[in-house]
């Protein structure tokens, strides 16, 4: 979570393993809005890759992306 409780997403391309240390690489999927009609965020891709490590991940729920007139969203179906 960032700033007034938005979330972050992220979206996982590579899970890599060298040695004994594991990463995930990906790109970030930054929130715009929240859309009340899908209970969905509205994202937009980082343009650079990211590489996190995945025992600092706080929230590991698998959710959901799907395209709607163009735009990405993030279903939240976690929280109803």
């Keep these: 979570m960032h700033s007034e409780d938005i979330p972050l997403f992220f979206q996982i391309k590579y899970i890599l393993n ?3 240390d594991w990463a995930l690489c990906g790109k970030l ?3 715009l809005s ?3 009609h899908y209970y ?3 994202v937009k ?5 990211t590489v996190l490590d995945p025992f600092e991940v706080v929230d590991h729920q698998a959710l959901d992306t799907y395209s709607v007139d163009d735009k990405l969203l993030v279903s939240m179906w976690h929280l109803c």
């Design 18 to 20: 060298i040695h004994t």
């Design 29 to 31: 999927l930054i929130p």
């Design 45 to 49: 891709y980082e343009k650079d890759w």
């Design 34 to 36: 929240f859309c009340y």
């Design 40 to 42: 969905a965020y509205l």
